[in-house]
């Protein structure tokens, strides 16, 4: 089967977005600093390398789908989890994009709308005819 060409430019997106993250990751929790927080690096491994594939194939791409959705959902919850436990009050707009994981948990649920759109090219919903016994 022949890939579409949008998928063929927004697999590399993905994996752009997923890198971007990895290295945002390496600024904000440095080596150097602790591992502690370095549990998160397989889900960016998994990303990088394993989502690519299956989003890649027909056969595969509803898996590659839902585990970016898990992927996004545990980046949420231990992004929001490291924000609570760093927060200081007062809460202003200014300190919730600058001081807060906010803008890291935006750029990761840029992720779905991109894996949505691979999705729908790769697999579209089927047309309903009359023949079917569907109506239209």
């Given at each position: 089967?022949?890939?579409?060409?949008?998928?063929?430019?927004?697999?590399?997106?993905?994996?752009?977005?997923?890198?971007?993250?990895?290295?945002?990751?390496?600024?904000?929790?440095?080596?150097?600093?602790?591992?502690?927080?370095?549990?998160?690096?397989?889900?960016?491994?998994?990303?990088?390398?394993?989502?690519?594939?299956?989003?890649?194939?027909?056969?595969?791409?509803?898996?590659?789908?839902?585990?970016?959705?898990?992927?996004?959902?545990?980046?949420?919850?231990?992004?929001?989890?490291?924000?609570?436990?760093?927060?200081?009050?007062?809460l202003t707009?200014?300190?919730?994009?600058?001081?807060?994981?906010?803008?890291?948990?935006?750029?990761?649920?840029?992720?779905?709308?991109?894996?949505?759109?691979?999705?729908?090219?790769?697999?579209?919903?089927?047309?309903?005819?009359?023949?079917?016994g569907c109506?239209?």
């Amino acid at each position: 089967m022949m890939i579409p060409r949008p998928v063929k430019l927004l697999v590399p997106v993905q994996m752009g977005i997923s890198l971007l993250g990895l290295l945002i990751h390496l600024q904000v929790h440095p080596l150097s600093k602790s591992l502690y927080f370095w549990w998160a690096s397989p889900f960016s491994f998994f990303s990088l390398v394993v989502l690519p594939v299956l989003f890649l194939r027909r056969a595969t791409v509803g898996w590659g789908y839902m585990l970016n959705a898990c992927t996004i959902a545990i980046g949420t919850i231990g992004m929001g989890y490291f924000s609570l436990l760093t927060f200081e009050p007062p809460l202003t707009l200014y300190r919730l994009f600058s001081e807060t994981t906010l803008p890291n948990i935006l750029l990761l649920w840029i992720k779905l709308p991109v894996a949505h759109f691979i999705l729908r090219r790769m697999r579209p919903y089927p047309r309903l005819t009359r023949e079917r016994g569907c109506a239209e």
